[in-house]
């Protein structure tokens, strides 16, 4: 199985991945359009799945441009910041019980969207390139201040899901305990492989491994909302349990016929039509 091969599996994964969550985001929204808790885990929901979907795009053909890679990890990077700051806002209301002040809006907001904007600039990141299974990129003058921010956010999460887990009982610190739980396991991932190989080896590929694990976190926040009730959304067992399984289904066919195209091209009209025919099958 060539390289090439597994980015498209798991590009396709990621896909399925992303769709799941924008079910979950779409109920949650319509549970309680006017909830403060329901508005910034649907958001969260949202932008976790931009954020995965951007994964894996760099190795699934070699026609892919400089500029496109450029704009993928600016993108990733844009979204993890969004991800981050929706759900710190969604862990306060859960630890105040109320929608946060608005100084803790304006302040999230004020550290949020620099670091989307900076993401987006040419101070973050200057190129990038993608070869033999290789990627590499120059970062600007201002590079450090969109993974500080990232980090702060991150730990900001932890440290209000400690505090709203300490005066929580019952239901709602078993949910704390998973959503702490799922930060305490990804946290690693982008330190060592967004940050620590990338600068050592010259080979940001490693980034990949970060949207693997960011799957951890989402899939245990997902698991709060079903199984636990969180938000007492009950009707999201039942719709998104039937997704799922569909969702599976579909996917064991796309598995198998990537792994029987070794070589796969992705310019030839034939595999284009076939991926083609897939996302129409998975719609």
């Known amino acids: ?5 597994l980015y498209v599996m798991a590009f ?9 969550l924008w079910v979950l985001a779409v109920i949650v929204f319509l549970k309680g359009k006017r909830e403060f808790q329901n508005i910034t885990l649907a958001l969260t929901l949202i932008f976790a799945s931009l954020f995965i979907s951007s994964g894996f795009l760099e190795g699934i053909s070699t026609n892919i441009s400089d500029s496109f890679n450029l704009f993928l990890y600016q993108w990733s ?16 209301s859960i630890y105040l019980g109320r929608t946060p002040k608005k100084s803790l809006l304006i302040g999230t907001l004020l550290i949020a969207l620099p670091g989307v904007a900076l993401s987006f600039s040419p101070w973050f990141i200057t190129n990038a390139h993608y070869s033999n299974g290789i990627s590499t990129s120059s970062n600007g003058t201002l590079y450090f201040i969109v993974p500080a921010i990232t980090l702060f956010l991150c730990a900001s999460c932890m440290v209000t899901a400690i505090v709203a887990w300490r005066k929580s009982t019952g239901i709602d610190r078993a949910r704390l305990n998973i959503i ?9 991932f982008p330190l060592i492989f967004s940050y620590i190989l990338p600068a050592i080896t010259g080979d ?3 980034t990949n491994y970060t949207f693997i694990a960011s799957m951890v976190p989402i899939g245990l926040l997902a698991y709060t909302i079903i199984r636990l009730r ?9 719709k998104t349990g039937l997704f799922l399984a569909f969702l599976l289904v579909l996917a064991v066919p796309a598995a198998l016929l ?10 030839s009209p034939v595999t284009k039509g076939l991926l ?5 099958l998975h719609i």
């Open 1 to 5: 199985m060539t390289t090439q091969t």
């Open 12 to 20: 396709i994964l990621s896909i399925l991945i992303a769709a799941f």
């Open 77 to 92: 990077y844009a979204m993890g910041v969004l991800v981050l700051s929706s759900c710190l806002l969604f862990i306060l």
């Open 180 to 188: 702490f739980m799922g930060f305490m396991i990804f946290i690693p």
């Open 204 to 206: 940001s590929n490693y």
């Open 230 to 238: 969180l938000l007492d959304v009950r009707i999201i067992l039942r």
């Open 258 to 267: 990537l792994i029987l195209l070794p070589g796969i091209d992705i310019s």
């Open 276 to 280: 083609f025919s897939l996302f129409l």
